[in-house]
């Protein structure tokens, strides 16, 4: 995977757009340290968040009456 320093990502900012839209993912740095990747949109998986947790949480049978004693 290539790297861009910023002053090169600024500069050819066009023509790497155009590149990561092709699907050529790339990395931006600053000052040799890499500080983000930049992939095409439809390379990204779509996430998933409803249900993420089914079948790892048992939530209590009691739980609206739990602690009641304590409120009241």
């Not at 320093?5 to 023509?15: D, E, M, R, Y």
């Not at 990561?20 to 600053?30: E, L, Q, V």
């Amino acid at each position: 995977m290539q790297q861009y320093n910023i002053h090169t990502a600024k500069t050819q900012l066009s023509a790497l757009v155009e590149k990561a839209a092709a699907g050529d993912s790339f990395i931006i740095a600053k000052a040799g340290k890499p500080l983000v990747k930049v992939i095409p949109i439809s390379s990204q998986k779509e996430i998933r968040r409803i249900g993420f947790m089914k079948d790892q949480i048992i939530v209590p049978s009691d739980f609206d009456r739990m602690g009641q004693k304590e409120i009241i």
